[in-house]
């Protein structure tokens, strides 16, 4: 007899995408400690948790590119903190305050990260620049995301 | 009779970036009105249009994670601004102004939005917290984009 | 005959972000000349060499939509950078410095660019306002990424 009919057409590819990491977390609790990674806790988007809302850190579960940036309120003191990368500070931002001349001070930055390294934020120098204010209606807020995963790692 | 040959192989997934949504705009007429969406009509980007240069505010029209962004220039008044979410103000910049000290306030932020929902920056408070500045060498600018589409919506 | 069995599953989707353009470079010798591109030479990311550290400009190499971003220490002077795209200034960023009030300002945009299409940071107007600052631990950041190419181009 004949052939059967040709069989049905396969089911279509996995989309692109797969690798996602982003969050954005904002003060909660004032003044941070200085010398620790400071604690956000007000939640903007955290939905694969690698941020740590205990410690305070990132953690990169897929090795890539990574974009980081934060925008800090600057009330009562100075504002002097550094982005951390595994136990090294390597971006630094400066902020002075004045009386009745409340700033915004903010950093970003793009980094490579292997899985497992962390990156968090802390007031640097001695404990007199921990002038991160937060309110009800004052923000300081960090966030990050996956730009690139290192596709061939996969 | 023998069995048909195999069915076609199925399509490609979903390539990435196929869902695109972004804009950048600056203002252009001042001072804003308090307590509505600011205008922005000066265009860096807009070309799904997903901002509405009448309404001033972006629309999502893809589910998924989004990144918005903006740099205020400080000038003659304070700045309160906030990044309102579906009439909810979720986020909250303040920056004072000083004579002879011009400042830059700055904020950004990544949230989550269904489609339709709209997102845009509002002098917050009393009307006096507007000083939101931009002329021809001076910029105050609004950005938004598409990181992660929700894939499974698709 | 019978059908014949199912086609295999389609392949998977382009991966996200085939096409890579990041740089993400610090100020590390002040204070910048006027009117010609800041050169930023402290790299924290360029892997594609898309920028230029001898020349200070960003050399699109795929087109699509970029997204560019700066932070800027004031201190010292006051500060009025512009972004320039192909020998034009796109945007501008001003903050006036007072003595013991170190500021920041920041700047951020989505521009579309055509390959070969270069972008780059520039003191703006008369040489009095390059107080861009720098050091060990002071930072000013210039930062930009491919965000969506233009797939038809390809
Ligand atoms: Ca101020
Ligand atoms: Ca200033
Ligand atoms: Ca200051």
Same mark, same amino acid.
């Given at each position: 007899?004949?052939?059967?009919?040709?069989?049905?057409?396969?089911?279509?590819?996995?989309?692109? &995408? #797969? =690798? #996602?990491?982003? &969050?954005?977390?904002? $003060?909660?609790? #004032?003044?941070?400690?200085?010398?620790?990674?400071?604690?956000?806790?007000?939640?903007? =988007?955290?939905?694969?948790?690698? +941020?740590?809302?205990?410690?305070?850190?990132? #953690?990169?579960? &897929?090795?890539? $590119? +990574?974009?980081?940036? =934060? @925008?800090?309120?600057? +009330?009562? /003191?100075?504002? /002097?903190?550094?982005?951390?990368? /595994?136990?090294?500070?390597?971006?630094?931002? &400066?902020?002075?305050?004045? %009386? @009745?001349?409340?700033?915004?001070?903010?950093?970003?930055?793009? $980094?490579?990260?292997?899985?497992?390294? %962390?990156?968090?934020?802390?007031? =640097?120098?001695?404990?007199?620049?921990?002038?991160?204010?937060?309110?009800?209606?004052?923000?300081?807020?960090?966030?990050?995301?996956?730009?690139?995963?290192?596709?061939?790692?996969?």
């Amino acid at each position: 007899g004949f052939p059967g009919l040709p069989g049905k057409k396969g089911e279509p590819g996995e989309p692109a &995408f #797969r =690798y #996602r990491s982003a &969050f954005s977390v904002g $003060l909660a609790s #004032r003044p941070p400690a200085p010398n620790v990674p400071i604690i956000f806790t007000k939640i903007f =988007y955290n939905e694969q948790n690698h +941020y740590d809302v205990t410690t305070g850190k990132f #953690r990169c579960n &897929f090795p890539g $590119l +990574y974009y980081f940036s =934060y @925008q800090l309120t600057v +009330y009562l /003191k100075d504002v /002097k903190v550094s982005l951390f990368k /595994k136990d090294k500070a390597v971006m630094f931002t &400066f902020d002075q305050f004045k %009386e @009745q001349n409340v700033d915004q001070a903010s950093g970003s930055v793009l $980094l490579h990260l292997q899985a497992g390294e %962390e990156v968090w934020l802390q007031v =640097y120098g001695d404990g007199e620049h921990n002038g991160l204010y937060a309110d009800n209606v004052n923000d300081s807020v960090f966030s990050g995301f996956l730009l690139y995963h290192d596709a061939d790692q996969f």
